[in-house]
């Protein structure tokens, strides 16, 4: 499929899916998080994706604040023995940190892509 400018998919839910964020066909990643060369579908180049710590830092704090707030909230609810708050939240933040950080990094790195991103560049006079 050739692709035609201006018709871009929208960034969120294009990344969210994983997808090119040029065309919305192609697949972004090949693999878990590696992202792939180019777009199979409209050869986009995925060299300018440099998500660098950026879903990891999302990562941490919404896992961090949905557990620690679950955490607390059961200490202070039943008070359990210890095991069972290493048996609960260890699981929780291990899941739901794997299934977030495909997403987001996917998210960022359409983002992007639809801004025109780029690293930063001190003028020379």
């Known amino acids: ?9 929208p960034p969120i839910p294009t990344g ?17 998080l590696t992202v792939r060369q180019r777009c199979e579908v409209c050869d986009l180049d995925y060299g300018f994706a440099d998500a660098a710590d950026g879903p ?3 990562v941490m704090f919404i896992v961090g604040f949905l557990v620690v707030g ?12 210890i095991w069972l708050h290493v048996a609960l939240w260890f699981p929780l933040t291990a899941i739901a940190s794997l299934a977030t950080i495909r997403p987001l990094k996917g998210i960022m790195i359409a983002l992007q892509y639809h801004h025109r991103a780029e690293e ?3 003028e020379s006079e």
Do not use: I, N, Q, S
Not at 1 to 9: C, D, K, L, V
Not at 16 to 32: L, N, S, T, V
């Open 1 to 9: 499929m050739a692709h035609r400018p201006g018709t871009e998919p």
């Open 16 to 32: 969210f899916k994983g997808a090119c964020p040029r065309c919305g066909e192609g697949h972004m990643f090949d693999g878990f």
């Open 56 to 58: 990891a830092v999302f």
């Open 70 to 81: 679950l955490a607390l909230w059961v200490e202070f609810a039943y008070t359990p023995p």
């Open 120 to 122: 930063g560049r001190l």
